[in-house]
């Protein structure tokens, strides 16, 4: 129980193009779910907190109109990346706390983004 | 964002030894998770804590939150190759946001 998938797990894309990634619960429903960025051999950075069927809250530092979150379902969240430049090139990982359940997020299997 | 000391940074160590790293944070949390991370993967929860004292076991694995409420271990027993991997512990401090606070983490190596 509690699996959380992404999708794609790896996508290349050119500057100034826009990659959509979406995050699913798969065997429960989350009313909250969360965005993550990891560089290498750092540990997980807090993007945002996307709550369903309201605006996402986003960390000090993060861009909202550069990175859109869209929870439509208690099953989907997506994050889109804007006009991606290179230094946009991360691990994304989103992750889905169980609506009702103690405080244990479970995190998807990540997505790798590079931006030639 | 507030970050937990986790430590040690990185072990090596030979199969069948026992592990031991900690975290500690100079604020209160309500939950205490730990998490396995493999190279390219999202993290695995391993265990979670809700209550200070608490000593769960999870295979070989041993996490204790501690009586302070600022600190937590993580035991591995008999290691063996497949332990591999990047250790984060998290935090939550407890309302309605559910955001983790998590550690630099600790990079475990086994050698056979």
């Known amino acids: 129980g509690a699996v959380v998938s992404q999708h794609p797990s790896w996508v290349i894309c050119k500057s100034g193009t826009s990659v959509k990634i979406e995050c699913r619960s798969l065997?429960?429903?989350?009313?909250?779910m969360f965005w993550y960025r990891q560089f290498p051999k750092q540990s997980l950075m807090l993007m945002a907190t996307?709550?369903?069927?309201?605006?996402?809250?986003?960390e000090q530092g993060v861009e909202k109109d550069k990175f859109l979150i869209n929870h439509a379902s208690l099953t989907l969240s997506t994050l889109t990346v804007t006009s991606a430049h290179p230094e946009d090139s991360s691990f994304y990982i989103c992750?889905?706390?169980?609506?009702?359940?103690?405080?244990?997020?479970?995190f998807g299997p990540g997505t790798r983004l590079t931006v030639t | 964002g507030q970050q937990l000391n986790q430590s040690p940074q990185s072990m090596f160590i030979q199969e069948g030894e026992d592990v031991s790293m900690n975290c500690t944070s100079s604020?209160?949390?309500?939950?205490w998770l730990w998490y396995k991370q493999d190279p390219g993967e999202g993290p695995v929860l391993l265990i979670a804590?809700?209550?200070?004292?608490e000593l769960t076991s999870n295979g070989r694995l041993t996490a204790q939150f501690g009586i302070t409420r600022k600190d937590s271990f993580l035991n591995i027993s008999a290691s063996i190759p497949s332990d591999v991997g990047i250790y984060f512990c998290?935090?939550?401090?407890?309302?309605?946001?559910?955001?983790?606070?998590f550690g630099k983490g600790t990079l475990l190596t086994v050698n056979p």
């Open positions: 992750s889905a706390l169980l609506a009702g359940g103690p405080s244990e997020q479970y």
């Open positions: 065997d429960f429903q989350a009313t909250t």
């Open positions: 996307s709550n369903e069927g309201s605006k996402a809250t986003y």
């Open positions: 604020s209160i949390f309500n939950t």
């Open positions: 804590l809700y209550k200070a004292g």
């Open positions: 998290a935090g939550h401090s407890g309302g309605s946001n559910y955001k983790l606070t």
